[in-house]
Structure formats: structure tokens, C-alpha cells
């Protein structure tokens, strides 16, 4: 578990602060950033809605797992060929992490509720805990090493391809840790708080009132986020 989360977040840091980059390095107009930025995480949402329904399709959480993080894994070398093979397709670029987003999306609720049963509750804490604390130093640390390594080289896309096909292997080897993961038994659960009634109750319970809050925050970071790169290495000129 603790390998598997090692490799997630070298993929992570290798790629969730460079996707815009390399879009820009492809002379991808503001219009561009914004639909890249927003429409990935629009459709992930709106697919995440359907988790719980595949889930009761496959009834089996480890094969959903490895299906959707292998997914994931090989959407990367598409998207790393975009400027070789596809003279910089902006709208295929779009699309491809569109189809990402909904992978991933789809894959974090069923992995958290294959986490939550694998773990005993006794010490459930302070797995999570060892668990959030690998993820964090590796993102860091991976995404400073593959800002350094694009700042060597001459030829920005090959770069990118390089950090991208990194990403990839690592997503790979991730998903090879999961393979070997024990399948707890799976509770089908018939009847589910349909999203509209959710929606009614929300100010009535603690959680309703967090979603909310989180929702704003989320809203707002959506806005200026995105185009901060964009400032960042337009405006300011700073290294990529």
C-alpha cells in the first residue's frame, strides 16, 4: 500500500503542476487554458456522479481499481506525443484529459472505499496518516525535480515527453502494487441519497454545510488558478 502510494505521487508530481505548462509551450491561447482548466474538471465531477452504479455493475473494487488507474496510466503517452504526432492539437489535448479526469474521478471513491475496509479501524489514523505523508514529500519532491530537469533542456516538448513518460511508468508500477491487494468482501448497498434530496438537506447536516464550503473555495480557486501560470510565465517571464 505504502509503494503504491509512492509511485501515485511521483506520477502526481510529475505531471498536475505541468499539464498547463505544456499547453502553453503548444501556444495555447487564454480561451485554451480556460477550457483545459475547467472542462476536465466539470465532466470528472459530473462522471463521479455514476461511481457508486459501476460499482454495483463489477461488484469487485480491486478489478475496478486496476482497470481504471491502468486507464490512466496509458492515457499519458498520447498525450506526450500531441506535439510530434499531432502538431500541437490543442482540442485533442482537451479531450484526452477531459477522458483523464473522468478515469480518475470515477476511481477515487471506489479506491477510498477499498482503503476504508482494507484498513482496520483501531490504527485506520495513523495509516492514512503514513500513507498522506509519503504522498506529500514525493509530490513535492517530484514536481521541484521535474521543474529542474525542464529548466536543463533545450527543447522544451521532449522535456515535457520525458516527464510525461515517467509519469506513465510510475502509474504503471502503481497499478502493478495494486494487483496484489487482498479483496475485502463487497456490501451492495440498494438504496442511495439520490443528489437532489442531498441537495435539499445540505444546510441541515454538518457535511452538507463542509460540501458547500468546499464547493466556494474550489469555485474560487477555479477562477484565478488556471490563469496564474499564464501570468506567471507570459506576464513575468519566469523560467518554465
Known sequence: MYSDSFFNAL???FTSSYVLPFAIAMKATTENIAMISAAPQMMGSLFQLFASDLLNILKNRKKAIVFLALIDAILWLPILLIPFAWKNNIVLLINLLVIQSIVVSLLHPI????????IPQDNRGS????????????????????????SKMENWMTGFGVIFFVAFLSRIISTLFRTRFYEPSLKYESKAESLFHFSRSMM???????VLYQSCVKF???ISTPFFIVYMLQVLKMDM
Open 127 to 150: 495509516v492514512v496518516g503514513g500513507l498522506n505523508k509519503i504522498s506529500g514529500i514525493t509530490v513535492l519532491v517530484s514536481s521541484l525535480l521535474a521543474g529542474f530537469f525542464l
Open 111 to 118: 479506491y477510498n472505499s477499498f482503503i476504508g475496509n482494507i
Open 204 to 210: 441541515a447536516t454538518n457535511f452538507g454545510k463542509f
Open 220 to 222: 474560487a480557486l477555479g
Open 11 to 13: 506520477k502526481e508530481g
